[in-house]
């Protein structure tokens, strides 16, 4: 299996990034400061979650008058093997293409646009095969099982406005369409965690699955280390339809309150309402809690790991709760090699053919080679295996607890 993954920077917004960076005679500020307030901007991951400050960051930057922008790509072409009767093979096409434009007024406001697009519908509309994995639909008519769904076109069309007060203190108001509110961790693509791997994550619809949302609006405070935000947002999840822009209807609400104790930390935790969130089952809502630890540490002479824990919980009207427990972990000793792990727990009652909740788990491991291609132009060679703990009653339909496997060539440009 072959995955393409060309990863973050200035691909997005071209050469032009690294050839201007004093464009006009203005120079890039030797300290960044963060989109919602006076911290450094290598704590902003997706939407307005963080993530730890020592996170390495690899977006490209240039200055075009008074404005600041970042580009950050990362496209992935993926054939993927999943085993038994229930799995299937598939070559796809994945990733994202992100850019940003900051501008700063005089007191130290800040205005940030960010648009966010993804090749995901191009692999059709049942996406793409991985075991134990379930949301969402493909058709409209049937659940989508054993297959990780493709992401919207539009991922993220967003602008955020910061007001920063005396000391370490500002508030935001963060809109979007689409967008991702305040619950959760950052989303699994921008985990420094788990981002090497081509895999989704079968926790998905416990942890993250909200950050694309067709209408929210976020407002938040932040006082030194800490981040208080609240969400109304469309609590449907994306139709099968994965090209257009869905009609807003901001029922659903969220809070989440974040921490960075330190520079390797990221904490957080979050609540939310979620009205109506299945396409199939619309007369279901759910009430969902999360909270999760992030940390990021240098290691040696470029190298770093990064480890995320995470748990989230849903409680669908009229059915019993289920859990999920994702543990992450990312080793890059020096820039050449990459090895990660991620060992998944849920309780779901859509494997299944009726509604019994089953226990069921999975155990990721790879690793990535890459080679030095130009000076902004990295070429990588990578794999990875995955176990599957299937659950007893269901090991008839699965023939018995089948693996899954990857393969991927990786370039990446502008780091």
Do not use: C
Request: charged share 20%; glycine share 10%.
């Amino acid at each position: 299996m072959i995955a393409l993954h060309l990863i973050p920077v200035a691909a997005l917004l071209g050469p032009a990034l690294a050839a201007d960076q004093s464009h006009e005679g203005h120079q890039m500020p030797m300290t960044m400061m963060g989109a919602l307030g006076s911290y450094p901007m290598s704590r902003d991951a997706s939407g307005t979650s963080w993530q730890p400050d020592v996170t390495p960051h690899a977006m490209g930057h240039s200055m075009r008058g008074d404005w600041m922008l970042m580009g950050h790509t990362m496209l992935n072409a993926v054939y993927d093997r999943q085993e038994g009767p229930r799995g299937d093979t598939l070559t796809f096409i994945s990733g994202m293409a992100m850019g940003s434009a900051r501008r700063e007024s005089a007191d130290g406001d800040a205005l940030t646009l960010r648009a966010m697009l993804s090749p995901d519908p191009f692999m059709g509309k049942r996406g793409y095969p991985l075991l134990l994995a379930a949301g969402e639909t493909a058709d409209g008519e049937t659940p989508l099982i054993d297959r990780q769904h493709p992401h919207e076109l539009f991922m993220e069309l967003s602008g955020t406005y910061a007001w920063r007060f005396e000391g370490e203190r500002s508030a935001f108001l963060y809109a979007a369409l689409p967008g991702e509110p305040a619950f959760g961790p950052p989303a699994f693509m921008h985990r420094m965690s788990t981002m090497a791997s081509p895999e989704a994550p079968i926790t998905h619809h416990w942890l993250d699955s909200t950050h694309i949302s067709f209408g929210v609006i976020t407002a938040g405070f932040v006082r030194d280390d800490w981040k208080f935000e609240a969400s109304q947002f469309t609590g449907r999840e994306p139709d099968e339809n994965r090209y257009d822009i869905e009609r807003p209807r901001m029922d659903s609400t969220s809070l989440r309150a974040s921490w960075n104790p330190g520079e390797r930390w990221s904490l957080q935790a979050s609540w939310a309402d979620v009205e109506s969130p299945e396409q199939l089952e619309p007369e279901i809502d759910e009430s969902r809690l999360s909270a999760s630890a992030l940390f990021t540490a240098a290691v040696g002479n470029g190298g770093w790991w990064s480890a995320t824990l995470a748990w989230g919980r849903k409680d669908p009207t009229g059915h019993e709760p289920t859990n999920a427990v994702a543990l992450e972990a990312a080793y890059a000793p020096n820039l050449e090699w990459l090895v990660f792990a991620r060992a998944e727990w849920i309780e779901s009652h859509e494997l299944g053919p009726d509604e019994e909740i089953h226990d069921a788990g999975k155990l990721s491991v790879g690793a990535r080679r890459e080679f030095q291609l130009g000076d902004h132009i990295r070429l990588g060679l990578g794999a990875l295996y995955t176990l599957n703990a299937i659950p007893g009653a269901l090991e008839a339909s699965y023939g018995g607890s089948p693996d899954g496997a990857m393969i991927f060539l990786q370039f990446s440009a502008g780091t």
